[in-house]
Nanobody, 118 residues
Framework: QVQLVESGGGLVQGGGSLRLTCASS????????MAWYRQAPGKQSREFVA????????NYADSVKDRFTISRDNAKNTIYLQMNSLKPEDTAVYYC???????????WGQGTQVTVSS
């Protein structure tokens, strides 16, 4: 059973930085695209933040471009999200997502809270 475990969240002042990590385990198959999503307080749906493919291609939501950087360690099937110049509107629970194996099975982590104070 694939498990995704996020870490690195916390409370930070506006303008500060945090680095999130998503560590994976339990898969005999390769991880395809991996991504970060977030769910802000009071919102019912998760919002796309950033994605990275096995080949290292990346894409970002407009709201985080030039502030956030997604990276990946393929040997460990681990992804990172470096978040700089954080704003109060970045406050959310951040979730890790992975697309795994030839069938593209989708997995989600439990989330890590990021709170940015003004």
């Amino acid at each position: 059973q694939v498990q995704l475990v996020e870490s690195g969240g916390g409370l930070v002042q506006g303008g500060g930085s945090l680095r999130l990590t998503c560590a994976s385990s339990g898969s005999a198959f390769s991880f395809n695209a991996m991504a970060w999503y977030r769910q802000a307080p009071g919102k019912q749906s998760r919002e796309f933040v950033a994605v990275i493919t096995t080949g290292g291609n990346t894409n970002y939501a407009d709201s985080v471009k030039d502030r956030f950087t997604i990276s990946r360690d393929n040997a460990k099937n681990t992804i990172y999200l470096q978040m700089n110049s954080l704003k109060p509107e970045d406050t959310a629970v951040y979730y890790c997502y992975a697309n795994v194996g030839p069938s593209g099975t989708r997995y989600w982590g439990q989330g890590t809270q990021v709170t940015v104070s003004s």
